[in-house]
């Protein structure tokens, strides 16, 4: 189990589609844990694999809520969920306002609409196929993480200007960091 380093925009890789996974897969476990890890830490309640620079169809998500002002959960409070090969099947023609951050686009946050409801199919850990259906905030982490593993940000559903703007700036900073 670790803490690994978080993917942030303008990385190329977060454009990039990620490949399907089979549950039996060496290191598989592990990647889910250092994933549940590295959210827990950053801390989000969602992350892709690409979000660690793996280009694999994993996701993980927590929507426990924080029990300290360190942000921190007790490991008996922690509600983790792994997603392989998650893909939405269904959605609701309803829609939902949500605000959203990215761990891969640190301290930028912007209203997003998506469909209110979804119904996603996936394998667990053990192989087994499974659907999930969900609404309100889980609804719309999953949709979230699922854009990762298909090369889609959040920023991809804001105006062009919007979008044009964020990235800009963050390839600012990233240029600006290469340089120090």
Same mark, same amino acid.
């Given at each position: 189990?670790?803490?690994?380093?978080?993917? *942030?925009?303008?990385?190329?890789l977060? #454009?990039?589609?990620s490949?399907p996974?089979?549950?039996?897969?060496?290191g598989? @476990?592990?990647?889910?844990?250092d994933?549940?890890? *590295?959210?827990?830490?950053?801390?989000?309640i969602?992350?892709?694999?690409?979000?660690?620079?793996?280009? @694999?169809?994993?996701?993980?998500?927590?929507?426990? #809520?924080? #029990?300290?002002?360190?942000?921190?959960?007790?490991e008996?409070? @922690?509600?983790?969920?792994?997603?392989?090969?998650p893909?939405?099947?269904?959605s609701?023609?309803?829609?939902?306002?949500?605000?959203?951050?990215?761990?891969s686009?640190?301290?930028?946050?912007?209203?997003?609409?998506?469909?209110?409801?979804?119904?996603?199919r996936?394998?667990?850990?053990?192989?087994?196929?499974?659907?999930?259906?969900?609404?309100?905030?889980?609804? *719309?982490?999953?949709?979230?993480?699922?854009?990762?593993?298909?090369?889609v940000?959040?920023?991809?559903?804001?105006?062009?200007? @919007?979008?044009?703007?964020? *990235?800009?700036?963050?390839a600012?900073?990233?240029?600006?960091?290469?340089?120090?």
């Amino acid at each position: 189990m670790a803490v690994r380093p978080l993917v *942030t925009l303008p990385d190329p890789l977060l #454009k990039q589609a990620s490949a399907p996974v089979r549950a039996d897969e060496p290191g598989l @476990k592990e990647l889910a844990r250092d994933m549940l890890d *590295t959210m827990y830490d950053a801390p989000g309640i969602g992350l892709a694999a690409v979000q660690i620079g793996v280009m @694999k169809r994993v996701v993980v998500i927590d929507l426990s #809520k924080p #029990k300290d002002e360190d942000g921190a959960l007790a490991e008996g409070e @922690k509600n983790p969920m792994v997603f392989l090969n998650p893909e939405i099947i269904w959605s609701s023609d309803e829609l939902r306002v949500h605000e959203e951050g990215c761990l891969s686009i640190p301290d930028y946050y912007e209203a997003v609409e998506r469909p209110d409801r979804v119904r996603v199919r996936y394998q667990d850990l053990a192989g087994e196929t499974r659907e999930i259906e969900a609404d309100g905030l889980l609804a *719309t982490c999953l949709q979230h993480e699922i854009d990762h593993l298909n090369g889609v940000l959040f920023i991809d559903h804001l105006s062009r200007l @919007k979008r044009e703007r964020v *990235t800009k700036r963050f390839a600012k900073a990233a240029r600006r960091d290469t340089a120090a």
